[in-house]
C-alpha cells in the first residue's frame, strides 16, 4: 500500500464516520473532503472543482426544474388524481394504483418531488375511502424508488453511474437502457407490495383517516385535555399590563387561544392586548408547568439586602467577549448554548444596534462577531481567553457596570418561605432565567454564601436567593398565582370549531430550511399569525413542551389559526397541507405547454439531437421564459445540498482512480470472491451497496464504488456495464430504513410510522428486487469480455 493509497483511504474513512454520525452535514463533509484531497496533492484544482461543471450534476439540478415545472402547472397534480380515481374504494386496488403512478412519474420527475406531490392526494384519499394512510403512503414511497430505476434521469444514482463509465473511457448508458430491467424490477416489487407486502404494513387508525373535522385533530393532537380556562380577578396586579408583559404564553408555554370579554370573544389575541379585570383567557397546553410555575410568587423580597449585595460583588466578575467565527456557538440561541456548562458562566446581556440587549435573551441566536455581556467567578472569568470561541474579552469595573448596565438597580434579594413548595426543588426546574431573565447570582443558606449556583442545585426553606432581574417581573408572577383555573371548558366556546380559528394538518417539505429549528427560535405566531397546537412523530403526540423541539422532515404538525393565514400556508414551499382548507386547485392552462416541453427534452435525447444534461437545461430555460415558473422558483426547487453533496464527492472517486485506491480495494473483493467468478462478486458489490444505504447517502455512495466496480471488472476482463447496472440498482433501492431516503422520513410523520416499520416491510422488499435483479441480469445484461 503506497503513502498515496492510505492518505486517500484515509479521508475516505473519516468522510465515511462523519456522514454516519451527522456530527457535520452531508454537503459540509463533501465539501472538506475536496479540499482535503487537494491540499494533501491528490487531485489540481481543476478536478478540484469538476464536479460543479460535471454534466451528471447539471442534469441532477435541471432535472429539479422541469419536475417544479411540472408541478407548478399542475400536469403532475392533474395524473395523480386522475389515477387516483381508478382505485375505488378496495386497499389492494389502491396501493396497486398509487405505486403504479408513483413509478411512471418518478421515472421521469424528481422522486422527492413526486412522493411530495401526492402526499396530500393520498391522504385525501386515505380519508375518502376510510383505508388507514398507513396502508398507503409507504407503498407511495418506495414507488417512487422503484420508479427512478427506469430510467437515465430517474434518480442521481443512475447519472453518476453512466457519468462513471464515461470517465473510465467507456460509452455513457442511454436514456431508457434503465427500462428493461428497472422496468421489470418495478413491476415485481409493485405486486410484491400488493400481494404480501401489504400484510406487513401497520395499520395505524387515526382520526385523520376518516374525515377532517376539527374534532378528530384535536382528538388526534389529544387537544381536548390539554384546554382549560384562566379567569383574571378584578383587581389583579395583571390588570393593564399587555399580554406580552404578562408573559402567559412564554413563561408556560400556554397558547392564548381567545379572550373572553363583555360577551364577545376574540380569537389568538394581539400580544399588545391590554388585559382587564373580568377577563376570560382559553388557553391550550400543560396545566402542571402553569402550576409550576406560579409557586415562584411565594418569594419575598428582602428589603435590606446591601450587605448580601457586597458579599457577592467581591465574588463575581462581569465581562465583555467577542464571538469568533469558529465558534460552535454561532447560529444557536442563547438558551441552547449553555454558557453556564460549556464556560462556567452566565450570560447577562448581548450587543444589538449599538447597545446592550439585557431582556427577553433565551431566543436570541447568537452570531459571529457578536460582543456578549457574561458574568461568573473570577476564576471563570479569566479563563475565558483559552477558548477559541471567544476573542477580546473585556473586563467590566463595578462603574462601568453601573454607568452602562444600571447592574445596582437589577439585583434583589428574595427569601424563600420555610413551608414554601419551592423547598426540594432545583433551580433548573424553575425556568426562570428563560422566561423572566431572573439569574440567581448566589445563595445565601445557613451563614454560608454559595455564588453563582448551578441548575442542579436543590432549594431549601429560608434560603435568601440574589437575584439579577427587574423586581416588577415579581409582580407578574404574583398575578399567575391570583389566576383562577376552570379546566371544565363551557360548551359554547366553539372557537376551535369557528371559521375564525381553524385547525390544519401540514408536514414539511423535504426541501424546506426549517428543518432542524427549533420551535421558539421560528416563532410561528410572529412568522406566519398562527399557533403550533402539537406535532405527531413516529406515531405518538409530543407532549414534551415545543419551545425547545427541533422540528424533523416528517413531522406531521397541527397548526392553528384563522382560516385565511392557514391557508396561504397551501403556497408556502415549506410546507405540506395535508388537511383540504378549500384551497384554490393550481393553474392549469400551461399545463400543455409544460408537458410538451418534458417531452421534447425526452425526445431529443431518444433521437441523439442533444446529451441529456444540454436538453435538460434547455428545457428548464423555456419552463421559466415561457412563464411555467418564475426564477425565485427554480432555484428554490433545486436541492443544493444534494448538489454540493455531489459535485464535492466527485473529486474523490477520482483520487480513488489515479491514486490506486480503487484497485487496492478492488483487489480485496477480488481476494475474497475472484475465485468464484464474476458474478458472486457483482452479487457482493451489490450487497454491500444495499447495506451501505442505510448509512451513506446514495449520491456518495455511487461516487465510492464506482471506480472499485470498474477496477475489479477490469481485473476481470469483463466490461463493467453489468456491474455498474447492478450498483445502480442497488443504490436506488433504498428501502430498509427511514434514513435510507428523504421519500421514506416524507410519509413517517402523516403515516404514523416507527423505525421497525420501515424494516419489516423494507428488508422484505429488498431480497425480492435483488433476486429479481440478480434473475435478469444475466439475460438483459450478459457480460461481455473486455
Given at each position: 500500500?503506497?503513502?498515496?493509497?492510505l492518505?486517500v483511504?484515509?479521508?475516505?474513512?473519516?468522510?465515511?464516520?462523519?456522514?454516519?454520525?451527522?456530527?457535520?452535514r452531508?454537503?459540509?463533509?463533501?465539501?472538506?473532503v475536496?479540499?482535503?484531497?487537494?491540499?494533501?496533492?491528490?487531485?489540481?484544482?481543476?478536478?478540484?472543482?469538476?464536479g460543479?461543471?460535471?454534466?451528471?450534476?447539471i442534469?441532477?439540478?435541471?432535472?429539479?426544474?422541469?419536475?417544479?415545472?411540472?408541478?407548478?402547472?399542475?400536469?403532475?397534480?392533474?395524473?395523480g388524481?386522475?389515477?387516483?380515481r381508478?382505485?375505488?374504494?378496495?386497499?389492494?386496488?389502491?396501493?396497486?394504483?398509487?405505486?403504479?403512478?408513483g413509478?411512471?412519474?418518478s421515472a421521469?420527475?424528481?422522486?422527492?418531488?413526486?412522493?411530495?406531490?401526492m402526499?396530500?392526494v393520498?391522504?385525501?384519499?386515505?380519508?375518502?375511502t376510510?383505508?388507514?394512510?398507513?396502508?398507503?403512503?409507504?407503498?407511495?414511497a418506495?414507488?417512487t424508488l422503484?420508479?427512478?430505476?427506469?430510467?437515465?434521469?430517474?434518480?442521481?444514482?443512475n447519472?453518476?453511474?453512466?457519468?462513471?463509465?464515461v470517465?473510465?473511457?467507456?460509452?455513457?448508458?442511454?436514456?431508457?437502457?434503465?427500462?428493461?430491467?428497472?422496468?421489470?424490477?418495478?413491476?415485481i416489487?409493485?405486486?410484491?407490495?400488493?400481494?404480501?407486502?401489504?400484510?406487513?404494513?401497520?395499520?395505524?387508525?387515526s382520526?385523520?383517516d376518516?374525515?377532517?373535522?376539527?374534532?378528530?385533530?384535536?382528538?388526534?393532537?389529544?387537544?381536548q385535555?390539554?384546554?382549560?380556562?384562566?379567569?383574571?380577578?378584578?383587581?389583579?396586579?395583571l390588570?393593564?399590563?399587555?399580554?406580552?408583559?404578562?408573559?402567559?404564553?412564554?413563561?408556560?408555554?400556554?397558547?392564548?387561544?381567545?379572550?373572553?370579554?363583555?360577551?364577545?370573544?376574540?380569537?389568538?389575541?394581539?400580544?399588545?392586548?391590554?388585559?382587564?379585570?373580568?377577563?376570560?383567557?382559553?388557553?391550550?397546553?400543560?396545566?402542571?408547568?402553569?402550576?409550576?410555575?406560579?409557586?415562584?410568587?411565594?418569594?419575598?423580597?428582602?428589603?435590606?439586602?446591601?450587605?448580601?449585595?457586597?458579599?457577592?460583588?467581591?465574588?463575581?466578575v462581569y465581562?465583555?467577549?467577542?464571538?469568533?467565527?469558529?465558534?460552535?456557538?454561532?447560529?444557536?440561541?442563547?438558551?441552547h448554548?449553555?454558557?453556564?456548562?460549556?464556560?462556567?458562566?452566565?450570560?447577562?446581556?448581548?450587543?444589538?444596534?449599538?447597545?446592550?440587549?439585557?431582556?427577553?435573551?433565551?431566543?436570541?441566536?447568537?452570531?459571529a462577531?457578536?460582543?456578549?455581556?457574561?458574568?461568573?467567578?473570577?476564576?471563570?472569568?479569566?479563563?475565558?481567553?483559552?477558548?477559541?470561541?471567544?476573542?477580546?474579552?473585556?473586563?467590566?469595573?463595578?462603574?462601568?457596570?453601573?454607568?452602562?448596565?444600571?447592574?445596582?438597580?437589577?439585583?434583589?434579594?428574595?427569601k424563600?418561605?420555610?413551608?414554601?413548595?419551592?423547598?426540594?426543588?432545583?433551580l433548573?426546574?424553575?425556568?426562570?432565567?428563560?422566561?423572566?431573565?431572573?439569574?440567581?447570582?448566589?445563595?445565601?443558606?445557613?451563614?454560608?454564601?454559595?455564588t453563582?449556583?448551578?441548575?442542579?442545585?436543590?432549594?431549601?426553606?429560608?434560603?435568601?436567593?440574589?437575584?439579577?432581574?427587574?423586581?416588577?417581573?415579581?409582580?407578574?408572577?404574583r398575578?399567575?398565582?391570583?389566576?383562577?383555573?376552570?379546566t371544565k371548558?363551557?360548551g359554547?366556546?366553539?372557537?376551535?370549531?369557528?371559521?375564525?380559528?381553524?385547525?390544519?394538518?401540514?408536514?414539511?417539505?423535504?426541501?424546506?430550511?426549517?428543518a432542524?429549528?427549533?420551535?421558539?427560535?421560528?416563532?410561528?405566531?410572529?412568522?406566519?399569525?398562527?399557533?403550533?397546537?402539537?406535532?405527531?412523530?413516529?406515531?405518538?403526540?409530543?407532549?414534551?413542551?415545543?419551545?425547545?423541539?427541533?422540528?424533523?422532515?416528517g413531522?406531521?404538525l397541527?397548526?392553528?389559526?384563522?382560516?385565511?393565514?392557514l391557508?396561504?400556508?397551501?403556497?408556502?414551499?415549506?410546507f405540506?397541507?395535508?388537511?383540504?382548507?378549500?384551497?384554490k386547485?393550481?393553474?392549469?392552462?400551461?399545463?400543455?405547454?409544460a408537458?410538451?416541453?418534458?417531452?421534447?427534452?425526452?425526445?431529443s435525447v431518444?433521437?441523439?439531437?442533444?446529451?441529456?444534461s444540454?436538453?435538460?437545461?434547455?428545457?428548464?430555460?423555456?419552463?421559466?421564459?415561457?412563464?411555467?415558473l418564475?426564477?425565485?422558483q427554480a432555484?428554490?426547487?433545486i436541492?443544493?445540498?444534494?448538489?454540493?453533496?455531489?459535485?464535492?464527492?466527485?473529486?474523490?472517486?477520482?483520487?480513488m482512480?489515479?491514486?490506486?485506491?480503487?484497485?487496492?480495494?478492488?483487489?480485496?473483493?477480488?481476494?475474497?470472491?475472484?475465485?468464484?467468478?464474476?458474478?458472486?462478486?457483482?452479487?457482493?458489490?451489490?450487497?454491500?451497496?444495499?447495506?451501505?444505504?442505510m448509512?451513506?447517502?446514495?449520491?456518495?455512495?455511487?461516487?465510492?464504488?464506482?471506480?472499485?466496480?470498474?477496477?475489479?471488472?477490469?481485473?476481470?476482463?469483463?466490461?463493467?456495464?453489468?456491474?455498474?447496472?447492478?450498483?445502480?440498482?442497488?443504490?436506488?433501492?433504498?428501502?430498509?430504513?427511514?434514513?435510507?431516503?428523504?421519500a421514506?422520513?416524507?410519509?413517517?410523520?402523516?403515516?404514523?410510522?416507527?423505525?421497525?416499520?420501515?424494516?419489516k416491510?423494507?428488508?422484505?422488499?429488498?431480497?425480492?428486487?435483488?433476486?429479481?435483479?440478480?434473475?435478469?441480469?444475466?439475460?438483459?445484461w450478459p457480460?461481455?469480455?473486455a
Amino acid at each position: 500500500m503506497t503513502p498515496d493509497i492510505l492518505l486517500v483511504l484515509g479521508i475516505l474513512v473519516v468522510s465515511l464516520i462523519l456522514f454516519i454520525s451527522e456530527v457535520i452535514r452531508m454537503d459540509v463533509v463533501a465539501l472538506l473532503v475536496l479540499g482535503s484531497l487537494y491540499i494533501a496533492q491528490q487531485i489540481d484544482v481543476n478536478q478540484a472543482f469538476a464536479g460543479f461543471s460535471n454534466t451528471a450534476v447539471i442534469t441532477v439540478w435541471a432535472m429539479f426544474i422541469l419536475s417544479e415545472g411540472l408541478t407548478r402547472t399542475g400536469i403532475a397534480d392533474i395524473i395523480g388524481r386522475q389515477v387516483m380515481r381508478l382505485g375505488g374504494n378496495s386497499e389492494v386496488t389502491l396501493i396497486f394504483v398509487i405505486m403504479v403512478t408513483g413509478a411512471v412519474l418518478s421515472a421521469f420527475m424528481n422522486n422527492i418531488g413526486v412522493a411530495a406531490l401526492m402526499l396530500p392526494v393520498v391522504v385525501e384519499v386515505a380519508r375518502r375511502t376510510g383505508v388507514a394512510a398507513s396502508r398507503l403512503l409507504m407503498p407511495l414511497a418506495y414507488s417512487t424508488l422503484l420508479g427512478g430505476l427506469m430510467t437515465l434521469i430517474g434518480t442521481p444514482p443512475n447519472l453518476l453511474i453512466s457519468e462513471s463509465l464515461v470517465l473510465g473511457g467507456y460509452e455513457p448508458f442511454a436514456l431508457f437502457d434503465f427500462t428493461p430491467l428497472g422496468g421489470v424490477v418495478m413491476i415485481i416489487g409493485v405486486l410484491f407490495v400488493v400481494i404480501g407486502g401489504r400484510f406487513l404494513l401497520p395499520k395505524i387508525e387515526s382520526p385523520r383517516d376518516k374525515h377532517v373535522s376539527q374534532r378528530s385533530l384535536r382528538a388526534q393532537y389529544k387537544l381536548q385535555e390539554r384546554t382549560f380556562m384562566l379567569h383574571v380577578p378584578m383587581h389583579s396586579v395583571l390588570v393593564g399590563k399587555t399580554l406580552a408583559e404578562t408573559r402567559i404564553g412564554a413563561s408556560t408555554g400556554l397558547i392564548i387561544l381567545s379572550l373572553l370579554r363583555d360577551g364577545r370573544n376574540e380569537t389568538l389575541p394581539r400580544r399588545q392586548t391590554v388585559i382587564r379585570g373580568g377577563d376570560g383567557l382559553l388557553v391550550q397546553g400543560r396545566i402542571d408547568q402553569f402550576r409550576e410555575l406560579r409557586r415562584w410568587s411565594d418569594l419575598l423580597i428582602e428589603r435590606e439586602s446591601s450587605v448580601l449585595k457586597s458579599m457577592v460583588a467581591s465574588k463575581v466578575v462581569y465581562a465583555s467577549v467577542v464571538i469568533t467565527e469558529g465558534s460552535a456557538t454561532v447560529s444557536e440561541l442563547i438558551r441552547h448554548v449553555a454558557f453556564r456548562t460549556r464556560f462556567d458562566v452566565a450570560v447577562v446581556g448581548i450587543m444589538r444596534k449599538g447597545q446592550y440587549r439585557l431582556t427577553n435573551l433565551a431566543y436570541v441566536p447568537i452570531k459571529a462577531g457578536d460582543r456578549v455581556l457574561v458574568q461568573g467567578e473570577s476564576e471563570s472569568i479569566a479563563q475565558l481567553e483559552k477558548f477559541s470561541d471567544f476573542q477580546d474579552v473585556q473586563l467590566y469595573s463595578p462603574e462601568q457596570l453601573h454607568e452602562t448596565h444600571q447592574t445596582d438597580e437589577r439585583m434583589f434579594v428574595v427569601k424563600i418561605p420555610k413551608d414554601s413548595d419551592l423547598a426540594g426543588e432545583t433551580l433548573k426546574k424553575s425556568r426562570l432565567a428563560d422566561v423572566f431573565d431572573f439569574r440567581v447570582l448566589a445563595i445565601f443558606r445557613d451563614g454560608e454564601l454559595m455564588t453563582m449556583p448551578r441548575g442542579d442545585e436543590v432549594l431549601l426553606g429560608r434560603d435568601l436567593l440574589l437575584i439579577e432581574g427587574q423586581q416588577s417581573d415579581l409582580n407578574v408572577l404574583r398575578g399567575m398565582q391570583e389566576l383562577e383555573i376552570d379546566t371544565k371548558v363551557p360548551g359554547n366556546l366553539g372557537s376551535l370549531e369557528s371559521e375564525r380559528l381553524t385547525l390544519m394538518d401540514a408536514t414539511l417539505d423535504p426541501r424546506t430550511s426549517l428543518a432542524g429549528k427549533t420551535v421558539g427560535e421560528l416563532n410561528f405566531r410572529e412568522r406566519y399569525g398562527i399557533e403550533l397546537a402539537g406535532i405527531w412523530r413516529e406515531g405518538e403526540t409530543i407532549s414534551t413542551e415545543f419551545a425547545d423541539e427541533r422540528l424533523q422532515i416528517g413531522d406531521a404538525l397541527l397548526l392553528l389559526g384563522p382560516r385565511d393565514r392557514l391557508q396561504l400556508l397551501s403556497s408556502d414551499s415549506d410546507f405540506l397541507v395535508l388537511t383540504p382548507l378549500g384551497q384554490k386547485p393550481p393553474d392549469t392552462r400551461r399545463a400543455p405547454l409544460a408537458a410538451l416541453i418534458m417531452a421534447a427534452v425526452i425526445g431529443s435525447v431518444m433521437l441523439g439531437y442533444a446529451p441529456i444534461s444540454i436538453a435538460a437545461v434547455i428545457g428548464g430555460t423555456i419552463m421559466v421564459l415561457s412563464g411555467c415558473l418564475n426564477m425565485e422558483q427554480a432555484y428554490r426547487s433545486i436541492d443544493w445540498r444534494a448538489i454540493f453533496l455531489i459535485a464535492g464527492m466527485l473529486p474523490l472517486g477520482t483520487a480513488m482512480q489515479e491514486s490506486g485506491a480503487a484497485t487496492y480495494l478492488a483487489n480485496q473483493v477480488m481476494t475474497l470472491l475472484g475465485d468464484a467468478g464474476p458474478w458472486p462478486v457483482i452479487m457482493g458489490l451489490y450487497i454491500l451497496t444495499a447495506m451501505a444505504t442505510m448509512i451513506i447517502p446514495t449520491a456518495a455512495l455511487v461516487v465510492l464504488m464506482s471506480p472499485i466496480v470498474l477496477s475489479a471488472m477490469s481485473d476481470m476482463g469483463v466490461q463493467p456495464e453489468t456491474a455498474m447496472m447492478a450498483v445502480a440498482m442497488a443504490a436506488s433501492a433504498s428501502f430498509t430504513s427511514p434514513i435510507s431516503h428523504p421519500a421514506n422520513i416524507l410519509v413517517m410523520g402523516p403515516g404514523g410510522y416507527r423505525f421497525v416499520d420501515y424494516l419489516k416491510v423494507g428488508v422484505p422488499l429488498t431480497i425480492v428486487v435483488f433476486i429479481a435483479v440478480m434473475v435478469l441480469l444475466p439475460i438483459l445484461w450478459p457480460l461481455v469480455p473486455a
